[in-house]
């Protein structure tokens, strides 16, 4: 079943288009993620689907039903922003509950309600602290709580963890994914984060100045990406990308190798190059290549790597690894 179709969706600010015409289906239960460069128009998409922000032209349907101009509390969505806004004079409980007491339901379906939402959460024995004293991930949490006690159709998240610090953000992503398998919601999920996109996402939306630019799993971007953009967007480190003249002798417009699909040597190879720089992660490493015929090149070796910087070394790509893009 499909929970949410988007329509030749258009949003102009003025004459500024910043939405050039978007189709896209998500299904029921799906988790979809929204990646793309700063000003892509994420939000502005993501605030559409959501009813805060009106389309120009185009149509919106949610569980079926043409909500293009329906208000935002009739769409069946909830929606968690980067920035949490929960009320500081109000406990976890009553942050959790306030959209249900703005809304009048009886105070014995909110307490219900509020309790389960903290257990899936593991935010029980919160529920009378105030905001300020809580941590980040915490208070994250309350956030979704509330967009979980309104049981909404499809959740909506702007960027939910970008204010946490790394371990906490890799441990919210866990949170969230066990959320989704847990609740089987249908969820949106907007983020810059690589890492996220990737282990999240059943579907990725690669935006790119207001259109698509292409939609697949994240095996399928990875593998296949369709356009150097995609190539370079989906991977880290990001992909090595050569256009002019480098890739016209290897017979294309743009030439692309991931730094995971290059062996080096000591002794010989495709391409020879003097190691720059090179930084060791424990399990891998990363080398940054001055390569005369290409420009700079990066290379992501497993383990310990026996080379040192200023070395001379030969670069090769791993057969059938390599892209050749038409653009
Ligand atoms: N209310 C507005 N009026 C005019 N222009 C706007 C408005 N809101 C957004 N824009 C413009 O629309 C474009 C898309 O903005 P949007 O916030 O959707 O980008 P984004 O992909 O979410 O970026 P980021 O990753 O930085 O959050 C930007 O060029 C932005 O300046
Ligand atoms: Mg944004």
Not at 36 to 61: D, H, Q, V
Not at 164 to 177: F, G, T
Not at 236 to 251: C, D, I, Q, T
Not at 264 to 290: C, F, K, M, N, P
């Amino acid at each position: 079943m499909t929970d949410l179709t988007l329509k030749q969706i258009r949003k102009a600010f003025g004459a500024l288009e910043v939405i050039k015409g978007i189709d896209l289906d998500v299904r029921s239960g799906e988790f979809v993620v929204f990646v793309g460069p700063s000003g892509c128009g994420k939000s502005t998409l993501l605030r559409m689907i959501a009813g805060l922000e009106e389309a120009t032209s185009g149509t919106i349907e949610i569980g079926g039903d043409d909500v293009t101009y329906a208000e935002p509390s009739k769409r069946g969505i909830a929606m968690v922003f980067q920035s949490y806004a929960l009320y500081p004079h109000m406990t976890v409980a009553e942050n959790i509950g306030f959209g249900l007491s703005l809304a009048r339901r009886p105070k014995a379906e909110i307490a219900a309600k509020v309790q389960a939402a903290a257990e899936t959460l593991q935010l029980t024995h919160l529920l009378d602290r105030k905001p300020k004293a809580l941590s980040g991930g915490q208070r994250q949490r309350v956030a979704i709580g509330r967009a979980i006690v309104r049981d909404p159709k499809v959740f909506l998240f702007d960027e939910p963890l970008s204010n946490l610090d790394a371990s906490l953000r890799a441990q919210m992503r866990l949170e969230i994914a066990e959320l989704h398998a847990r609740l089987k919601a249908t969820m949106i999920y907007v983020t810059h984060d690589q890492t996220e996109a990737m282990t999240m996402a059943d579907k990725i939306v690669v935006l790119n100045g207001g259109g698509i630019e292409q939609v697949g799993s994240p095996m399928e971007l990875y593998r296949n990406p369709a356009t150097p953009f995609v190539a370079g967007f989906i991977g880290s480190p990001k992909m090595n990308l050569y256009g002019g003249a480098v890739a016209e002798r290897m017979g294309c417009a743009t030439y692309g190798i991931r730094p995971e699909h290059i062996r080096l040597s000591g002794e010989a190879g495709t391409w020879q190059g003097r190691l720059r720089h090179i930084e060791r992660l424990g399990a891998d490493a990363i080398l940054y290549l001055d390569v005369p015929e290409l420009g700079e090149m990066i290379v992501r070796a497993e383990g310990e790597t026996p080379f040192v910087p200023g070395a001379t070394l030969w670069a090769s790509p791993i057969n059938g690894a390599e892209h050749r893009f038409a653009a």
